[in-house]
């Protein structure tokens, strides 16, 4: 276990330490509330999400892009402040949601989900978004990619 951790920390270094611009999709709510959300869409992204983070910008998140729909759970393993988590479905529907994940720095970490439907998205926000937004279950949002 201590020999996983370790090879986990060194990839987050390596991977943190190269960090380069992401493409930033602007999430826009059916109560007008935007959200600029970081897109997570490559294996390294998916894996450490907003790990080792400090903070996000305001009204800032993340944007999980899974290659297929599924039952996908999240773990805020290395994360530093809690999230809300949103479950997105391929029509751009939320399926469901979880408000305040507490961050996970110690071994077993909980994992959040599976949604009760597949969904082919999950965006995750600072704490409190959910209920500022006033999002709720089968509300559909548009995208439009910030150039």
Known sequence: MMVLLALLLMSASVFLGERKESSIIVVTFPSGIQL??????????????LAFRDTLPPNGGMLYIFEQNGLHRITTREYRFPIDILWIDEGHHVVHMLEYAE????????????????????????????????????????YTLRM
């Open 36 to 49: 600029e959300a970081e897109v997570a869409d490559t294996p390294e992204k998916l894996l450490f999400g």
């Open 103 to 142: 961050p996970c720095s110690k071994d077993p970490c909980p994992f959040f989900g599976p949604p009760p439907e597949p969904a082919r998205y999950v965006i995750q926000a600072e704490s409190g978004f959910i209920q500022k937004a006033k999002v709720a279950k089968e509300d559909e949002l548009k």
